[in-house]
């Protein structure tokens, strides 16, 4: 069984730039997380997506955005980039149902570097 | 509301020592456990996971053990090698109290081992 996608894996852009970030999840997941990972502030949940519906939320501006499509996958979306948006963003899909131990399963991340 | 709380690292260690890395947690219900496991330049990656008290998860000789009493789920290895130095997270989910599959995680445990 095929493994999360991220898309693209690495990414420059400049500041005032948007960007968009695509994810491919575990065929039949229908959850997917985003992430961000930054040597400074770790891993911090972005928002969580479920049969296309925002279903959780992290504390990040509105600047960060985020869909998912009707076959689960999901992109992400970065507007008005800052230089502090350079992170590792992870995405990590699951079932996503009401299940004990469902597991998030991640992708290899996407490397954004702000200029 | 749920949180991780892990030691701080970084911790280094020589080939063939033993590793605990502490992990405790706080949460309304009952939570299922993960450690996971960050090699430089990838995702995450499961690498154990518990799903109710007292239940051990264990893989590539990685062992941790549900304990509600202490509220915790410390990593140990018996003996480590050069290959697992990487950084472990631990984290926790509770889908029946939250809306979601929302995972918290812990701030990451660097570990390196030296020959």
């Known amino acids: 069984k095929a493994g999360v996608t991220q898309t693209p894996r690495y990414l420059i852009k400049t500041r005032g730039q948007q960007v968009t970030l695509s994810c491919s999840p575990i065929?039949?997941?229908?959850?997917v997380s985003w992430y961000q990972q930054t040597p400074g502030q770790g891993l911090q949940f972005l928002f969580e997506y479920f049969s296309e519906t925002q279903r959780n939320k992290g504390n990040f501006p509105g600047r960060f955005s985020g869909r998912q499509f009707s076959n689960s996958r999901s992109e992400m979306n970065v507007s008005t980039l800052e230089l502090g948006d350079s992170a590792l963003y992870l995405c990590?899909?699951?079932?996503?149902?009401?299940?004990?131990?469902?597991?998030?399963?991640f992708g290899p991340g996407t490397r954004l570097t702000v200029l | 509301g749920n949180s991780v709380t892990q030691m701080e690292g970084p911790v280094t260690l020589s080939e063939e020592a033993f590793l605990t890395i502490n992990c405790t947690y706080t949460?309304?219900?009952?939570?299922?456990l993960f450690w996971y496991v960050q090699y430089p330049g990838e995702g995450l990656q499961l690498l154990l996971k518990?799903?109710?008290?007292?239940d051990k998860g264990s893989n590539k000789g990685f062992e941790a053990t549900y304990r509600k009493e202490t509220t915790s789920f410390h990593l140990e290895k018996g003996s480590v090698q050069v290959s697992d130095s990487a950084v472990y997270f631990c984290?926790?989910?509770?889908?029946?109290?939250?809306?979601?599959?929302?995972?918290?995680f812990g701030t990451g445990t660097s570990l390196t081992v030296i020959p």
């Open positions: 949460a309304t219900g009952y939570p299922s």
């Open positions: 984290a926790l989910s509770d889908p029946f109290r939250n809306t979601g599959n929302q995972f918290y």
């Open positions: 518990a799903t109710k008290a007292d």
């Open positions: 990590a899909s699951s079932w996503g149902g009401r299940t004990v131990g469902d597991t998030q399963y």
């Open positions: 065929s039949g997941h229908r959850s």
